[in-house]
């Protein structure tokens, strides 16, 4: 049975670094699947598309709010997932998780949950100013 499992959520102060991790149970999944992504849920708020990454060449997508302080990495080798998050920022607080599609779906240049059939079960970041 997949399992999505992240890691590495904190509490830090603004201006701070975290990285996240996101290891499949299944030996290959990563590869196998086209696309992989990060989102995130602040309380009350909705869920928000942070990152994506094709997984064939490597192409990192952004969200406006996280350009130029997050990076997205994948290590197929590993079967693992990453999100180095730099500058942090209050807003940046809230439960982090990576999902996957179904097979043969690859990322589209809006990052849309629905698109995303595979989810872990979240890591907390927490950024106080």
């Known amino acids: 049975q997949l399992q999505l499992v992240e890691s590495g959520g904190d509490s830090v102060q603004a201006g701070g670094s975290l990285r996240l991790s996101c290891t499949a149970s299944?030996?290959?999944?990563?590869?196998?699947?086209?696309?992989m992504a990060w989102f995130r849920q602040a309380p009350e708020k909705e869920l928000e598309g942070v990152a994506t990454?094709?997984?064939?060449?490597?192409?990192?997508y952004y969200a406006d709010s996280v350009k130029g302080r997050f990076t997205i990495s994948l290590d197929n080798a590993k079967n693992t997932l990453y999100l180095q998050m730099d500058r942090l920022k209050p807003e940046d607080t809230a439960m982090y998780y990576c999902?996957?599609?179904?097979?043969?779906?690859?990322?589209?240049?809006?990052?849309?949950?629905?698109?995303?059939?595979?989810w872990g079960q979240g890591t907390q970041v927490t950024v106080s100013s």
């Open positions: 990454i094709d997984t064939r060449d490597g192409s990192p």
């Open positions: 299944l030996s290959g999944f990563t590869r196998s699947r086209n696309c």
């Open positions: 999902a996957a599609p179904r097979i043969g779906a690859g990322c589209t240049s809006r990052i849309q949950p629905g698109a995303f059939t595979y």
